[in-house]
């Protein structure tokens, strides 16, 4: 027996893909056009203030290649996202477990984590900057009262971009936690209630109640700090400007520099591609982890 067409305002019409064409125009104007403009100006000599454009094909990409310059950005970039990732992850998810609870303290608490990530990165970065000073910042001072040497946070390779790391941490942490919160919240409480009349250890309730609810949260809080990380730019424009040394020189600010500095807008797109092929890269090892680790299970 041949089942029935589908009828009324379920059945297939061609009408209907005319509910989603603004969004596909709109899509495609704003993210497809440029992806595909800016892989096509990669394989060009590309200058901005001329606007004359040659084809060199692969020239842009050989020459990134053997860039050493180049080189340190990107091992900076890595860096950056690897230092800051997992403490974003790991210090939004403790607050947001300790302040998951009524009372005006643990409200007025997450207010102030979260109201710093609205703070413009300029005001951010001129008040680190001060209280960074040698000798009469804030930190130094307070090295100083408990009889430390002083530590060279911005004028030290080593320590620069882990300072950058840690003022990026303080400024945008409440929006991780908010994430966490919200996730913290879709729990349903009668799996708390039922532990708790099993007298079930809190840390038993953590690792086999909480924190496997929260599995996609957290895979999703990771993706999107991945994502910003590897993005980073204004803070290290404003706090070091790349340097010392170009030890805090990120793969933005190199592409600023030769788009906007050098004019040389092939070369900064063909630099982008490869951040862009880093990003996906780094996003898609990160779900096939998690999708190997659920399968495993």
């Not at 300072?163 to 409480?189: C, D, E, K, N, R």
Request: charged share 10%; net charge positive.
């Amino acid at each position: 027996m041949s089942a029935a067409p589908t009828v009324g305002i379920r059945a297939p019409r061609p009408a209907h893909a005319l509910f989603v064409l603004p969004f596909v125009a709109i899509y495609a104007v704003l993210l497809l056009w440029p992806l595909a403009k800016g892989v096509w100006i990669s394989f060009h000599d590309h200058d901005l203030l001329s606007n004359d454009s040659f084809w060199v094909g692969l020239g842009n990409y050989k020459e990134l290649w053997a860039d050493e310059v180049f080189h340190q950005v990107v091992w900076n970039t890595l860096r950056f996202v690897a230092i800051s990732t997992p403490i974003f992850v790991g210090l939004s998810l403790m607050l947001a477990l300790a302040l998951n609870r009524p009372g005006r303290l643990a409200t007025l608490l997450r207010a102030t984590f979260f109201c710093a990530s609205v703070f413009s990165v300029t005001l951010v970065t001129l008040v680190w900057k001060l209280a960074l000073m040698p000798e009469r910042g804030l930190v130094a001072q307070a090295f100083q009262a408990l009889g430390l040497p002083e530590l060279p946070l911005l004028t030290s390779d080593h320590l620069a971009l882990l300072t950058i790391a840690l003022v990026t941490v303080w400024w945008i942490i409440g929006l991780p936690m908010i994430l966490f919160l919200s996730a913290l919240q879709q729990i349903p409480a009668d799996i708390y209630e039922a532990a708790a009349l099993d007298h079930t250890p809190r840390w038993r309730v953590l690792t086999h109640i909480t924190l496997p609810s929260l599995k996609r949260a957290i895979v999703l809080a990771t993706l999107i700090e991945v994502i910003r990380q590897f993005q980073v730019f204004p803070q290290i424009l404003l706090m070091t400007n790349g340097g010392p040394n170009n030890s805090t020189r990120s793969i933005v600010q190199f592409i600023y520099e030769q788009a906007f500095m050098q004019l040389s807008l092939g070369y900064a797109t063909a630099a982008s591609q490869v951040l862009l092929a880093i990003m996906l890269i780094g996003v898609s090892a990160q779900l096939w982890l998690e999708r190997d680790r659920g399968g495993a299970r």
